[in-house]
């Protein structure tokens, strides 16, 4: 029999252990609990298959930013499909679903960065940066430009190429990463590791292992720095307000390409078109995905400057993807731009929204578990704590704080995530004050109820 939404739970949980893997999921674990089964959204809330409503305060992964259920992107989604449901762009041809979509990127992205090589994703974007970076500095001929410096707990994405940007120890572990010519400098995560020094201070000095690090390698092999201009999938680690302009100046005076990977920040998260306009910084290279789509089709690319675009035209890349610029996807993604604009979701965020889930989210920091409230317009975390004087940590193995607190949001009919003992959030942007209420009231409730 066909397999759809009105089989009861258990046979379709049995299913799914039985034949789907799920990422960064223990597999046995699940099994024993059986997957919550999503059948349907609308606006910010998830429904399942036992007709429970669940407020979405992750957005998926980060990424649906308009919210569920805008029928606008299906119906170009089919129009697209019946016009033109794939054609690549290898092969001296390309489609006005690519060319309306980068053009339209260009506009949107700040200064010049006006050039957009597409991707399926955030992780294929990344991959990209590190070939068109090499390839940039080979094509100017300085081919020892290769290493690229990154941030412990970065997140960059989960193929080779992009796990090895990544800073995460457990992704390493698994053999093989970084690649060769990949080098991590510490994050500047003050709440966890910033000891006696005041916030500006360590956000200065944690900016300066950039220096140090490109004076160690050697600045004539030194090609690229990526960052998150607010880390996300890390715990939403908010730099101090002294770590950005340092990261510039350090950028500029050494001539090392700047990649924003605005994967998260991008298209109104941060309350901004692009988190560098929040944080004020110049990026020679932007990552992009999640949010140009919202999510409702797989989509990405790195938005590169009029300089980068300039010196790889003569050369020939050797890169790409099957899906580069696919016309589904990127006519979907300009329909989701077009309501971003047309609704004023990013201006609403800014100037309504954020302030006022920031004044609710701050308020949760008289919880006693909860030590340090971070928030940068729809992006926030709660780092929870046995002792806030110390900034003292809990351990963050499976069974502690972080994964009872998630557990506990999922029983109230909340998605928040736990990184290690951060809790995160990162709604959808067309959340209203009502629902941002509720948010928090079910926030609060699971953090009672795993003190
Ligand atoms: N970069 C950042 C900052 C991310 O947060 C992510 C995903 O969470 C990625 C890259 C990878 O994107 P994708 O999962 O679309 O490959």
């Given amino acids: 029999p066909a397999i759809t939404n009105h089989m009861p739970t258990a046979e379709l949980q049995a299913l799914d252990s039985a034949h789907h893997m799920h990422p960064f999921t223990n597999g046995d674990e699940l099994a024993a609990k059986g997957a919550r089964v999503i059948t349907r959204a609308k606006g910010v809330y998830l429904t399942d298959s036992e007709g429970v409503e669940i407020l979405d305060g992750m957005a998926g992964l980060w990424c649906v930013n308009i919210g569920y259920g805008r029928d606008e992107l299906a119906e170009v989604a089919a129009r697209q499909m019946r016009e033109l449901p794939y054609y690549n762009t290898f092969f001296q041809t390309t489609h006005v679903p690519a060319i309306a979509l980068a053009s339209k990127i260009a506009e949107l992205a700040p200064g010049d960065l006006n050039h957009v090589f597409f991707a399926a994703g955030g992780s294929e974007a990344n991959d990209t940066n590190i070939r068109m970076v090499r390839t940039y500095w080979d094509a100017k001929g300085k081919p020892d430009k290769k290493i690229i410096i990154s941030r412990k707990n970065a997140y960059h994405g989960s193929s080779m190429g992009s796990a090895s940007l990544g800073g995460m120890a457990g992704m390493h572990a698994q053999g093989g990463m970084p690649i060769p010519d990949i080098h991590h400098i510490n994050q500047p995560d003050w709440w966890a590791e910033g000891g006696d020094m005041t916030p500006e201070a360590f956000?200065?000095?944690?900016?300066?292992?950039?220096?140090?690090?490109?004076?160690?390698?050697?600045?004539?092999?030194?090609?690229?720095?990526?960052?998150?201009?607010?880390?996300?999938?890390?715990?939403?680690?908010?730099?101090?307000?002294?770590?950005?302009?340092?990261?510039?100046?350090?950028?500029?005076?050494?001539?090392?390409?700047?990649?924003?990977?605005?994967?998260i920040t991008g298209f109104g998260r941060t309350g901004n078109w692009f988190g560098c306009q929040t944080l004020n910084i110049r990026p020679d290279i932007m990552t992009i995905a999640k949010g140009l789509s919202s999510g409702y089709q797989p989509v990405g690319g790195s938005v590169v400057s009029d300089e980068v675009a300039k010196t790889l035209g003569g050369v020939e890349f050797n890169h790409g993807y099957t899906y580069?610029?696919?016309?589904?996807?990127?006519?979907?993604?300009?329909?989701?731009?077009?309501?971003?604009?047309?609704?004023?979701?990013?201006?609403?965020?800014?100037?309504?929204?954020?302030?006022?889930?920031?004044?609710?989210?701050?308020?949760?920091?008289?919880?006693?578990?909860?030590?340090?409230?971070?928030?940068?317009?729809?992006m926030a975390s709660l780092a929870l704590t046995p002792d806030k004087a110390s900034r003292a940590k809990f351990a963050s193995d499976p069974g502690t704080v972080g994964y009872i607190c998630r557990e506990r949001c999922?029983?109230?009919?909340?998605?928040?995530?736990?990184?290690?003992?951060?809790?995160?959030?990162?709604?959808?942007?067309?959340?209203?004050?009502?629902?941002?209420?509720?948010?928090?009231?079910?926030?609060?409730?699971?953090?009672?109820e795993c003190h």
Wanted: net charge negative; aromatic share 4%.
């Fill in 324 to 378: 580069s610029g696919h016309p589904v996807a990127a006519a979907v993604a300009l329909e989701n731009l077009r309501i971003l604009e047309e609704e004023g979701i990013v201006d609403r965020v800014r100037a309504e929204t954020a302030p006022y889930l920031a004044e609710k989210w701050h308020s949760l920091g008289d919880h006693p578990l909860v030590g340090e409230t971070r928030i940068v317009g729809m």
């Fill in 410 to 448: 999922f029983a109230n009919n909340l998605i928040m995530r736990h990184v290690g003992d951060r809790m995160v959030i990162s709604p959808p942007l067309v959340i209203t004050k009502a629902e941002i209420d509720t948010l928090i009231d079910r926030a609060r409730r699971a953090l009672d």
């Fill in 203 to 263: 956000g200065l000095a944690r900016a300066q292992e950039l220096e140090a690090a490109i004076q160690d390698l050697g600045e004539d092999r030194v090609a690229a720095f990526i960052a998150e201009p607010v880390q996300g999938a890390g715990g939403v680690i908010v730099a101090p307000d002294s770590y950005w302009p340092e990261i510039q100046r350090i950028c500029d005076k050494y001539e090392i390409l700047l990649i924003a990977d605005e994967v």
